[in-house]
T-cell receptor, first 117, second 109 residues
Framework: NAGVTQTPKFQVLKTGQSMTLQCAQD?????MYWYRQDPGMGLRLIYY???????DKGEVPNGYNVSRLNKREFSLRLESAAPSQTSVYFC????????????????FGEGSRLTVL | QKEVEQNSGPLSVPEGAIASLNCTYSDRGSQSFFWYRQYSGKSPELIMS????GDKEDGRFTAQLNKASQYVSLLIRDSQPSDSATYLC?????????FGIGTKLQVIP
């Protein structure tokens, strides 16, 4: 059982390049999330998808777009990468649909370390 | 002000001691609270969930919630060097989860 799988694990981009981070979960979870983690800032929510077919902005959505391709997959796209987007990105999933009190039981992928030069 | 506040540490305790990690939150509408453990270079892993006032025990871990004071804590009894990690406090609200910056715990052998 793979859980939450993210690709790529490492990526170096030049300013202005674009890329897509892929995330897939095999736990039949309804909700999926993208977080970024920076030193001293903790985990910050970029976008989330409470159920298949819906996406919503989180705390730091600027410069990113997402696609909930199907129930399993949730991708994060950087259209024009900037050095400020250098970070570790985590995808996570949750069993329950949004709005329920225990939405916070998240399963995380291994992370994607992105460097923008 | 962040919605979930934690002291970044490091918190150093000797092996076998009780480690006490604290967290406060600002959103009174939060219904659920979580502690995640994150080893260096790894992803967060859920270790405790708590939804009602009081204590919840699981092995060496005890989570405490006081909604009136908007305070959450995690106690780790008989701390081991393998407990050395960053502990993230999180609150669950409508459709999303908010994390604190994490407290780094160092257990000294």
């Amino acid at each position: 059982n793979a859980g939450v799988t993210q690709t790529p694990k490492f990526q170096v981009l030049k300013t202005g390049q674009s890329m897509t981070l892929q995330c897939a979960q095999d736990m039949n979870h309804n909700s999926m999330y993208w977080y970024r983690q920076d030193p001293g800032m903790g985990l910050r929510l970029i976008y989330y998808s409470a159920s298949e077919g819906t996406t919503d902005k989180g705390e730091v959505p600027n410069g990113y777009n997402v696609s909930r391709l199907n129930k399993r997959e949730f991708s994060l796209r950087l259209e024009s990468a900037a050095p400020s987007q250098t970070s570790v990105y985590f995808c996570a999933s949750s069993a329950l649909a949004g709005g329920l009190s225990n939405t916070g039981e998240l399963f995380f992928g291994e992370g994607s370390r992105l460097t923008v030069l | 002000q962040k919605e979930v506040e934690q002291n970044s540490g490091p918190l150093s305790v000797p092996e076998g001691a009780i480690a006490s990690l604290n967290c406060t939150y600002s959103d009174r509408g939060s219904q659920s609270f979580f502690w995640y453990r994150q080893y260096s270079g790894k992803s967060p892993e859920l270790i405790m969930s708590i939804y009602s006032n009081g204590d919840k025990e699981d092995g060496r871990f005890t989570a405490q919630l006081n909604k009136a004071s908007q305070y959450v804590s995690l106690l780790i009894r008989d701390s081991q060097p393998s407990d050395s990690a960053t502990y993230l406090c999180a609150s669950g609200g409508y459709q999303k989860v908010t994390f604190g910056i994490g407290t780094k715990l160092q257990v000294i052998p």
